[in-house]
């Protein structure tokens, strides 16, 4: 298939792309180059899908992908967890991941403008397995533009 890369009007959404896919219920796969932000389209052949990558060029799109791999190896919820949306709009998505002992709050922002989300958190704090942030849900939590958080809350 053409590489989701070629297929993103803008570039920017990579992050909210794999962060869905590290998010959402299943297992996230990611194929070879996919991590530096090759492209290539299905169009062309499969040549271009399997260009050889001889010098990688590691990226900030590269260490995004290691964090969200290392936040759900290390997440219970993330892996195993049942879904539950909390927020939808065109741009935005909210959903928890939770199982016994454990629940995360995925949230992705896909807009190039900052949303400050409100929603039943039932929680007041919570971590950011990603970048191991604190976050206070009291009066809405800020979307940065093309972001994504995966909040660890208290159950």
């Known amino acids: 298939v053409t590489r989701a890369a070629s297929e993103l009007k803008d570039e920017r959404q990579l992050k909210p792309l794999y962060g869905l896919m590290f998010g959402m219920p299943g297992i996230p796969a990611v194929y070879y180059g996919s991590e530096w932000g090759m492209r290539g389209e ?9 260009l050889p990558a001889p010098k990688p060029q590691h990226n900030e799109l590269t260490d995004f992908i290691s964090a969200l791999a290392k936040a759900r190896k290390g997440s219970r919820a993330l892996i195993y967890g049942d879904y539950t949306q909390l927020l939808v709009t065109n741009k ?3 959903f928890e991941r939770s199982v016994e002992g454990e629940r995360v709050i995925v949230a992705v922002n896909a807009d190039s403008e900052s949303f400050t989300a409100h929603f039943d958190a039932r929680s007041g704090l919570g971590f950011d397995l990603i970048t191991g942030e604190k976050h206070d849900f009291g009066g809405g939590s800020e979307l940065k533009p093309f972001s994504v958080y995966f909040w660890r809350t208290e159950r």
């Open 42 to 50: 299905k169009t062309h052949g499969d040549r271009e899908l399997r």
């Open 92 to 94: 935005q998505l909210i």
